[in-house]
């Protein structure tokens, strides 16, 4: 079976799989002492947690692509967008509208928080994922007409390099404006890899060459800016998201292991709730565990927000 067969056939479990890391790279465990354990725990929290939000926005660029290209909406992108706005809004609405009850002090700065402002002009980093998505939404339909009208592994390419280019420019000319958002900028090329990934796919493109290419070209400038003597913030967050198209390669070929030993239902059950999972974690999760000085208690505590992600996905589903 091709790769972006693989990919396709365990998305869910590949987003399940990349919550589970984020939530325990998020509150920073510390690995026990045992060689072996820290090993394991450096490749599959340490490093594999960072790898998990550009694993997301690649698999959302795959799955955007895909639908665009088998289920055409014929232009009718306003009614698209809205659909799409509707997965995001009610789950996005519920907890952070909760949260910035319980956090803000004044009705201005509740409202100033929940439209994201706090990310964009203060670099708070509560939901900027959330930020991120509705921006991918948003340029998706430019990228689509892109595809149609420029060989799609130039776009990819040249648009991977303007981001990264932009990113250097904002470090001398805008370093405050860059030091806000670059945990968003810099991982913009891990949707437009996921969209190109999309593209392949759905024209049965899957063996194509060209899928090799971009993974050996991602791991040749993702090791080079590791190597090089490059220190500006967010150097690191650039070497991930250039690394994370391999590293999906390895995560897929360890669903395809889960799956043959049939344990891959709590990675689906995880995965087809990712997005309610993701945002209790970074707002009640982290508040609450910085309630308790006991470690463990805390953390305990921190996990049981998976209850709450719970009860939202339902209410969503009833919602729908």
Not at 120 to 137: L, P
Not at 168 to 176: G, Q
Not at 250 to 264: E, F, H, N, P, Q
Not at 273 to 299: A, E, P, T, W
Request: aromatic share 18%; net charge positive; glycine share 8%.
């Amino acid at each position: 079976m091709p790769m972006l067969e693989k990919i396709s056939k365990y998305r869910t479990e590949l987003m399940g799989i990349s919550i589970l890391w984020i939530m325990l790279f998020h509150p920073g465990i510390q690995c026990p002492d045992s060689t072996i354990i820290k090993a394991i725990w450096t490749i599959f929290v340490s490093f594999g947690g960072g790898f998990g939000v550009d694993i997301f926005l690649m698999l959302s660029g795959f799955g955007l692509m895909y639908s665009d290209i088998k289920k055409p909406n014929k232009g009718n992108w306003e009614g698209w967008n809205i659909n799409r706005f509707k997965r995001l809004l009610p789950s996005y609405l519920i907890i952070a509208t909760a949260y910035y009850i319980i956090r803000c002090d004044s009705v201005g700065e509740f409202f100033w928080n929940l439209s994201f402002l706090n990310f964009v002009v203060d670099g708070t980093r509560d939901f900027w994922y959330i930020f991120a998505m509705f921006f991918c939404y948003l340029s998706f339909p430019l990228i689509s007409e892109c595809f149609q009208k420029i060989k799609p592994w130039v776009f990819t390419f040249v648009g991977t390099v303007f981001i990264i280019a932009l990113g250097f420019a904002l470090t001398y000319i805008a370093p405050d404006l860059y030091n806000k958002i670059e945990i968003f900028l810099q991982r913009i090329p891990c949707f437009l890899i996921g969209t190109y990934m999309g593209y392949l796919y759905a024209n049965n493109m899957g063996r194509s060459s060209e899928f090799a290419v971009l993974m050996i070209a991602s791991t040749i400038i993702g090791g080079t800016i590791y190597i090089l003597p490059i220190s500006f913030t967010g150097s690191m967050r650039l070497w991930f998201t250039l690394l994370s198209l391999p590293f999906l390669a390895v995560m897929t070929y360890l669903c395809v292991a889960i799956d043959s030993i049939k344990c891959g239902a709590p990675f689906r059950y995880l995965g087809k709730r990712s997005l309610q999972v993701y945002l209790v974690h970074v707002s009640f999760g982290s508040m609450f565990m910085k309630m308790f000085d006991n470690f463990g208690i805390g953390l305990l505590v921190y996990f049981s927000s998976l209850l709450i992600a719970e009860i939202v996905y339902r209410l969503c589903k009833i919602i729908k």
